[in-house]
């Protein structure tokens, strides 16, 4: 009896050592924080503004001349010959549509490659957390936004961000 009491008040023992163990090895890292501090993240930002320029001054001046043409409709319509108003008309809608669907293609691509843009930023941040946990020997790295409560947990995110950067 005795040896069995000692066997598991060892093995308590053990155990609580090895998960004391285990949370010296846990770390948070702040994904968010380094992304807005990222300096590839405003870089990016220019190069999209820059790739989208022509088609975003398109779109606006398609749309000043769509607003344009509607204005003049509605206050000539009345006076205008049957025919020509008809002609505005078909010729409006028909801006409209092109409108509208140059808009969508627009936004779609934006977002697209938006996304391909963040995701590349979002892979250099993972490789710079795989990094510098590997460096500091954390078994385990967790995003600070996922985390509740964590007292011995090591926050590396300036560190990360120092590799980012």
Do not use: H
Not at 3 to 22: C, D, N, P, R
Not at 24 to 33: L, M
Not at 96 to 101: G, L
């Amino acid at each position: 009896m005795k040896k069995w009491l000692y066997a598991m008040v060892l093995g308590l023992v053990f155990s609580t050592s090895t998960i004391a163990q285990a949370a010296d090895k846990i770390a948070v890292v702040n994904v968010s924080t380094i992304f807005q501090q990222s300096p590839q993240r405003a870089v990016v930002s220019k190069q999209l503004e820059n790739e989208f320029k022509d088609r975003a001054s398109e779109l606006q001046s398609m749309e000043n001349d769509l607003q344009i043409r509607i204005q003049r409709l509605q206050r000539d319509g009345s006076i205008m010959k049957a025919s020509e108003r008809d002609s505005l008309e078909k010729s409006v809608m028909v801006q409209r549509e092109t409108f509208s669907t140059k808009a969508q293609e627009f936004e779609q691509d934006n977002r697209r490659r938006q996304t391909e843009e963040r995701n590349k930023i979002l892979s250099c941040i993972q490789d710079a957390v795989k990094n510098v946990a590997t460096k500091e020997g954390y078994d385990v790295v967790i995003n600070a936004d996922a985390v509740a409560y964590a007292t011995n947990a090591k926050d590396i995110t300036a560190d990360v961000l120092k590799q980012v950067k």
